[in-house]
């Protein structure tokens, strides 16, 4: 029985030496909110609520936890953490088309979906993977993100120090100097490294048909969200149908439903959901299950704090397949201190922790400066 006594959530913001930015906006402090749920027995676990936008966007999914979803939590009588989600997706439905907020309910939804994963797995006594999977492994194949290509020149070195081989690079701002920076990357490539690219829904089928045959003589490793997740199926599918590029998406696709149709579709190669922002370890563990029945591969989305990161490492090792772990390599010490200040990354593969569930027991101390709110529902 999962009988949660107590949930606490946090918000940090961490100033940036240099903004992230995006083809639809720039981040310019790195923000997280991260939450604990403890039962009647004093277990616990640790999740994290995507929270990245918009700007003031942290305060307000610890606010919605506390005034709208703990107490539901809370109430919830379940034996599972999968149940939990599904009873807390369904009874906060209605209340998320009423005030036109999906994906904030659905974030919060995630968090404490993993929050309750961690949980049940450190009652196991086993690493969150291996409640997944008795035989996971303890290492998974990882790639560096968050590299905006105009800063490729400073941060790829970087990503290369810290022990990736494989770097995805931001398009979407300028499109002759996108794609002249793309083959200036190539050309300086090592031996075994791979790059692919991720638009963030910047352009529409004209240009990433211009882009695509731009970069024709490069094998990129795959090209993420090169159209709005809103687009028309049809000009997803003439995209695919024109593209040597491994089409990638989902970090911005919501519901099962949603995700059966676009694994089915075809057009995606690649299928990326955010275990932070829908569908925590429940959901997102279904679709990658999905995802490689259907011969896709699964990798998983994230661009956060550490729990997320530890999260997104345990379910990829998990589910199984070839994926890859997207972990950014802009200074964030929200993520980084989770991990003693350096990722645990080594000749391009993520070493997953050792202990029960996420393997995180407390929030770092060298994060309280960052602290922006605290609120605890008992």
């Known amino acids: 029985m999962i009988d949660i006594a107590r949930i606490q959530a946090w918000a940090f913001r961490s100033p940036t030496n240099r903004p992230v930015a995006t083809s639809f906006g720039v981040m310019h402090d790195r923000p997280a909110v991260l939450v604990r749920v403890e039962d009647r027995d004093g277990a616990f676990g640790w999740g994290e609520i995507w929270a990245n936008w918009p700007a003031a966007g942290a305060e307000h999914r610890v606010r919605l936890l506390e005034m709208d979803i703990a107490q ?16 807390l997706d369904a009874q906060t439905k209605i209340r998320a088309v009423q005030c036109g907020e999906v994906g904030p309910f659905a974030q919060v939804i995630a968090g404490l979906d993993v929050a309750v994963w961690d949980m049940t797995a450190r009652r196991a006594e086993v690493p969150l993977r291996r409640l997944i999977r008795a035989d996971a492994p303890d290492h998974v194949p990882a790639y560096a993100s968050g590299i905006q290509i105009v800063a490729a020149g400073d941060l790829l070195p970087r990503a290369r120090a810290a022990g990736h081989k494989r770097f995805k690079l931001k398009v979407g701002f300028d499109m ?15 031996n075994q490294e791979l790059i692919a690219c991720d638009a963030n829904q910047a352009w529409s089928l004209a240009q990433a048909r211009e882009f695509v045959a731009g970069v024709s003589d490069i094998p990129l490793h795959w090209l993420e969200e090169p159209l709005p997740v809103f687009a028309d199926p049809a000009q997803w599918r003439t995209l695919a149908e024109i593209s040597s590029i491994p ?63 530890a999260a997104s490492a345990e379910l990829l090792a998990g589910a199984g397949g070839d994926g890859l772990l997207e972990v950014d390599v802009n200074e964030n ?20 922790g050792n202990g029960p569930g996420l393997g995180i027991d407390h929030i770092p101390d060298a994060l309280a400066p960052f602290q922006t709110l605290h609120a605890e529902i008992i």
Request: proline share 5%; with cysteine; aromatic share 8%.
């Open 333 to 352: 010490p929200l993520r980084s201190w989770f991990f003693d200040g350096q990722e645990p990354v080594v000749d391009g593969m993520w070493t997953c």
């Open 72 to 87: 539901l939590a809370m109430e919830a009588a379940v034996e599972t953490p999968a149940e939990l989600f599904r009873k």
């Open 176 to 190: 002759g100097p996108d794609i002249s920076a793309v083959h200036e990357v190539q050309a300086g490539l090592k």
């Open 247 to 309: 089409l990638a998406g989902g970090e911005n696709i919501v519901g099962e439903d949603n995700f059966d149709q676009a694994v089915k579709a075809g057009v995606l190669s690649v299928i990326q959901p955010d275990v932070a922002k829908w569908g925590g370890v429940t959901a997102c563990l279904s679709v990658a299950r999905s995802a490689l029945a259907n011969g896709r591969r699964y990798f998983p989305h994230f661009l956060g704090a550490g729990i997320g990161l």
